[in-house]
């Protein structure tokens, strides 16, 4: 495996140094989504702790949680503990998510009152001709599609002049349709649940 890695000696961060409002004891995230996201990873038909965040939330509770306010750092919270597919190391840890690339602006600008928000994340490849710079989009997507309350859209994309295809990328992980055919490969599912395992 070490000699299939394209970026053997990244930059890592120490995981005590990222900025976090996460709990020193890990709670289990409320997960929002109902789509084609947690049916398909239910399908997979595998068990256990790195599971049980993609059971369907409390009916009676949704509506308290859809108005509760969320931040840019609750958005890098959830996403700086997925674990990069090539190393066992967090996308925090890695630089490839940071705080300062994620960012949350109204949805609909032209209509004040509207709870509707778009949640970008910008992502930074640990190098600019990241094979699996796709992936990690998808893993970042999939992990908020999950975590977030239907009110968030979800954009991820490759931060500019950070990789090689980024446009490519970038067109990939915009398109619906692709993004829901790609997540219909069991394969790459497997992969994506896998760096979901570290989720706190």
């Known amino acids: ?81 997925i674990s990069d597919p090539e190393h066992p190391i967090s996308l925090g840890s890695l630089a490839v998510v940071s705080l300062a690339d994620i960012m949350i602006k109204p949805s609909l600008p032209h209509v004040p009152g509207s709870p509707l928000r778009t ?9 600019t001709h990241c094979s699996l710079a796709t992936v990690i989009g998808l893993g970042v997507r999939v992990r908020l599609e999950q975590s977030l309350p239907p ?17 490519e990328v970038n067109k990939q992980l915009g398109d619906k349709e692709r993004v829901a055919a790609a997540l219909e490969n069991g394969t790459l599912m497997g992969v994506i649940a896998k760096m979901l395992e570290t989720c706190q």
Do not use: C, W
């Open 119 to 127: 949640v970008t994340v910008l992502i930074t490849p640990t190098i």
């Open 1 to 81: 495996m070490a000699s299939e890695m394209q970026n053997s000696n990244p930059i890592i961060l120490n995981a005590a140094d990222l900025p976090t409002r996460l709990p020193k004891a890990p709670q289990k995230p409320r997960a929002y989504g109902t789509d084609v996201f947690i049916s398909t990873l239910q399908s997979l038909g595998q068990s256990g702790d790195a599971f049980s965040l993609i059971s369907p939330p409390d009916s009676e509770d949704d509506n308290d949680m859809s108005d509760e306010p969320i931040d840019e750092q609750e958005i890098f919270d959830l996403v700086s503990t």
């Open 151 to 167: 009110r968030f859209r979800v954009d991820v994309r490759i931060k500019e002049g950070t990789h090689s295809t980024a446009d």
